[in-house]
């Protein structure tokens, strides 16, 4: 079981960045990929990245490689607190959305079907 919460989402200004966080508790944090998604207002759950397990490779989707950024802290490694972080860059208004950062025990994974953890969420805007 992981206990996923989200923070850090706010109002930027296009061509901003921000940093959102998604803090993760329960089984040990390296044993699943983590997974960044976003949901804007009338649209499908959109693939926005992933991290590896052990942290050594990424993938993004379409819309936002080169701009965003995913990294996690493995060190505490236990049940306490860890963290993934999505960070980006050159933000437009068409990356307003709410972000929801997920946890699969599997490798890979760009759908949002095969995640089996969510946290409820946090809101970006990004105003023009």
């Known amino acids: 079981q992981v206990q996923l919460v989200e923070s850090g989402g706010r109002l930027v200004q296009a061509g901003g960045s921000l940093r959102i966080s998604c803090a993760a508790s329960?089984?040990?944090?390296?044993?699943?990929?983590m997974g960044w998604f976003r949901q804007g207002s009338g649209n499908d759950r959109e693939f926005v990245g992933h991290?590896?397990?052990?942290?050594?490779?990424?993938?993004?989707?379409?819309?936002v490689k080169g701009r965003f950024t995913i990294s996690r802290d493995n060190s505490k490694n236990t049940v306490y607190q860890n963290t993934v972080y999505l960070n980006m860059n050159n933000l437009k208004p068409e990356d307003t959305a709410v972000y929801y950062c997920?946890?699969?025990?599997?490798?890979?994974?760009?759908?949002?079907?095969?995640?089996?953890?969510w946290g409820q969420g946090t809101q970006v805007t990004v105003s023009s």
């Open positions: 329960g089984r040990a944090f390296s044993e699943y990929t």
């Open positions: 997920a946890a699969r025990f599997l490798s890979g994974g760009s759908r949002w079907e095969e995640y089996d953890y």
């Open positions: 991290i590896t397990k052990n942290g050594a490779s990424t993938a993004y989707g379409d819309s």
